[in-house]
């Protein structure tokens, strides 16, 4: 049974950090590239960041560079998202994804997996 489970969620100050992490079971997770999504209310799910299957290419969208880090532990089965510099506008909740094809796709619809999401709300 594939499972995705997000944790590391919270609320936090503008300008403040915290490390996301998603826990992978149920799949070969080295051979499945590695996504964070996130998704405010009233909007589309959107891209934060994508990591490769030995975790030596990342991707990332505009509004995540220079303050998201993603990372990859292939002996835990693990993916985490580092977010620094806090801002309102990243309070959403945060997906990890899973997707065998290739490249760094930056599409949901490309992924194959999804976790049930954690909140992270940035607000003083």
């Known amino acids: 049974q594939v499972q995705l489970l997000e944790s590391g969620g919270g609320l936090v100050q503008p300008g403040g950090s915290l490390r996301l992490s998603c826990a992978a079971s149920?799949?070969?997770?080295?051979?499945?590239?590695m996504g964070w999504f996130r998704q405010a209310p009233g909007k589309e799910r959107e891209f934060v960041a994508a990591?490769?299957?030995?975790?030596?290419?990342?991707n990332y969208a505009d509004s995540a560079k220079g303050r998201f880090t993603i990372s990859r532990d292939n002996i835990k089965n693990t993916v985490d998202l580092q977010m620094n510099s806090l801002k309102p506008e990243d309070t959403a909740v945060y997906y990890c994804a899973a997707d065998q094809t290739i490249g760094l796709p930056v599409t949901p619809r490309r992924y194959d997996y999804w976790g049930q999401g954690t909140q992270v709300t940035v607000s003083s």
């Open positions: 990591i490769s299957r030995g975790g030596g290419s990342t």
């Open positions: 149920g799949f070969t997770f080295s051979t499945y590239v």
